[in-house]
């Protein structure tokens, strides 16, 4: 097999293509499932590589590399859609697309996966079982995985372990490390939607007694559910709900029928008892409140995601192939978070239920590099000189285990 440095210099060579690919995916952000572009350039680069790519649910790709010899089968994930969200970072390949930015780093995870795929190509009778390259659409909105998962993701081959990595930007830590949560357990929290409307009565903004205002109803609500996490939860409960979207009428000197908000709500809690708690309490608090003020209200949850957990074997194994491959430029993440998950979510967390799974992380700009913000900021910046190291810790990762896994 490959030595550790034979791979890195491999490529290292290939980072003209992976800069390539990466900015041509910045200039043309896409969202969801609607990743026509996306998956065009995808499945062409696999295809002049040699692989024969398959569709797989709505918007998926995949393709197997190795085969060749008998073994187990790894996953390795590389997510591909974007955010609805207005570029403002000022990089001269920034997005051509008017309300769409890579600004979670997506665009970096494909071509680094595809960077991989061409490493472990030009190695395929080296591979000691099958490699399953997985190109996954709908992260932010936590609809890919389960839809790749349906349709056949973890099948035929079975898979027996799965791989994930995320760029991080605006980190104090400098750019090409590889951060590992060799704690395992749960390492990220679920997530889910909700919607809360509230209904009362519109009319004359100089009438309001004749009125049954929706506004100050929901507003008193907003300020209400925050009793939940200072007076209902305790001290050990992870469980946070965020309303990021606030809407209502659509003049000054009108009062509107209905106000509504949107957010999301995170827990720790692989059981559900926190989540339930929260859907019984906020449930009861908008309908409460809202009577309390005249109106009527209705909210809704959707889009679960659980918590990401993982593998505590299989993390240790990747510290210590990220350490062969990066030496330094390989950190156990633990000491940072105390062993703690962490608030954000991530729909790869699906797999995490079925297979043993790790994510990691690789650091993409720092501020004193000039990378100042963090992921889903319109001005977050990633640096695409650490591609080469993404794609080599993605084939390394696959080959490496394999190896020791027949």
């Given at each position: 097999?490959?030595?550790?440095?034979?791979?890195?210099?491999?490529?290292?060579?290939?980072?003209?293509?992976?800069?390539?690919?990466?900015?041509?995916?910045?200039?043309?952000?896409?969202?969801?499932?609607?990743?026509?572009?996306?998956?065009?350039l995808v499945k062409k680069?696999?295809?002049?590589?040699?692989?024969?790519?398959?569709?797989?649910?709505?918007?998926?790709?995949?393709?197997?590399?190795?085969?060749?010899?008998?073994?187990?089968?790894?996953?390795?994930?590389?997510?591909?859609?974007?955010?609805?969200?207005?570029?403002?970072?000022?990089?001269?390949?920034a997005s051509e697309v008017?309300?769409?930015?890579?600004?979670?780093?997506?665009?970096?995870?494909?071509?680094?996966?595809?960077?991989?795929?061409?490493?472990?190509?030009?190695?395929?009778?080296?591979?000691?079982?099958?490699?399953?390259?997985?190109?996954?659409?709908?992260?932010?909105?936590?609809?890919?995985?389960?839809?790749?998962?349906?349709?056949?993701?973890?099948?035929?081959?079975?898979?027996?372990?799965?791989?994930?990595?995320?760029?991080?930007?605006?980190?104090?830590?400098?750019?090409?490390?590889?951060?590992?949560?060799?704690?395992?357990?749960?390492?990220?929290?679920?997530?889910?939607?909700?919607?809360?409307?509230?209904?009362?009565?519109?009319?004359?903004?100089?009438?309001?007694?004749?009125?049954?205002?929706?506004?100050?109803?929901?507003?008193?609500?907003?300020?209400?559910?925050?009793?939940?996490?200072?007076?209902?939860?305790?001290?050990?409960?992870?469980?946070?709900?965020?309303?990021?979207?606030?809407?209502?009428?659509?003049?000054?000197?009108?009062?509107?029928?209905?106000?509504?908000?949107?957010?999301?709500?995170?827990?720790?809690?692989?059981?559900?008892?926190?989540?339930?708690?929260?859907?019984?309490?906020?449930?009861?608090?908008?309908?409460?409140?809202?009577?309390?003020?005249?109106?009527?209200?209705?909210?809704?949850?959707?889009?679960?995601?659980?918590?990401?957990?993982?593998?505590?074997?299989?993390?240790?194994?990747?510290?210590?192939?990220?350490?062969?491959?990066?030496?330094?430029?390989?950190?156990?993440?633990?000491?940072?978070?105390?062993?703690?998950?962490?608030?954000?979510?991530?729909?790869?967390?699906?797999?995490?239920?079925?297979?043993?799974?790790?994510?990691?992380?690789?650091?993409?700009?720092?501020?004193?590099?000039?990378?100042?913000?963090?992921?889903?900021?319109?001005?977050?910046?990633?640096?695409?000189?650490?591609?080469?190291?993404?794609?080599?810790?993605?084939?390394?990762?696959?080959?490496?285990?394999?190896?020791?896994?027949?």
């Amino acid at each position: 097999m490959l030595t550790a440095k034979e791979l890195l210099g491999r490529a290292q060579a290939l980072e003209p293509q992976l800069v390539e690919w990466r900015r041509t995916l910045h200039r043309h952000p896409e969202v969801g499932f609607d990743l026509t572009q996306t998956k065009a350039l995808v499945k062409k680069a696999l295809t002049e590589m040699g692989y024969e790519p398959k569709d797989c649910g709505k918007a998926g790709v995949i393709a197997l590399a190795g085969g060749k010899k008998p073994g187990k089968t790894i996953l390795l994930r590389g997510d591909m859609d974007a955010l609805p969200i207005q570029e403002e970072s000022g990089v001269d390949y920034a997005s051509e697309v008017p309300g769409k930015m890579h600004g979670c780093g997506h665009d970096m995870h494909t071509a680094m996966m595809l960077g991989a795929a061409q490493l472990l190509k030009e190695h395929e009778d080296e591979i000691e079982g099958t490699v399953k390259l997985e190109f996954q659409p709908a992260e932010e909105i936590f609809q890919g995985s389960p839809d790749m998962i349906a349709n056949g993701l973890l099948e035929n081959p079975s898979v027996d372990a799965a791989v994930m990595f995320h760029v991080l930007g605006g980190m104090p830590i400098p750019a090409g490390v590889v951060l590992v949560p060799a704690c395992g357990g749960i390492t990220m929290a679920s997530c889910e939607q909700y919607h809360i409307i509230v209904h009362g009565k519109g009319g004359h903004g100089s009438m309001p007694e004749k009125c049954i205002d929706p506004i100050t109803a929901a507003a008193h609500i907003h300020i209400a559910l925050q009793e939940i996490n200072s007076r209902e939860l305790d001290a050990h409960s992870f469980g946070v709900f965020t309303t990021g979207r606030f809407q209502a009428g659509a003049a000054s000197n009108v009062i509107p029928d209905s106000a509504e908000m949107w957010g999301t709500i995170r827990t720790t809690d692989p059981e559900g008892a926190v989540t339930e708690l929260l859907h019984k309490r906020m449930t009861e608090i908008a309908q409460g409140v809202a009577t309390a003020y005249r109106c009527t209200a209705e909210i809704t949850f959707s889009d679960y995601c659980p918590c990401m957990v993982v593998d505590k074997e299989l993390a240790g194994n990747a510290l210590t192939y990220m350490g062969e491959l990066l030496g330094k430029g390989a950190m156990d993440m633990t000491p940072m978070t105390g062993g703690k998950p962490g608030g954000g979510s991530e729909d790869f967390a699906f797999v995490s239920h079925e297979v043993p799974t790790v994510s990691m992380f690789l650091t993409a700009g720092n501020a004193n590099e000039g990378y100042t913000y963090g992921q889903h900021h319109p001005k977050v910046k990633f640096d695409d000189s650490v591609l080469f190291e993404g794609s080599a810790a993605y084939a390394y990762m696959a080959l490496r285990w394999l190896q020791e896994h027949k």
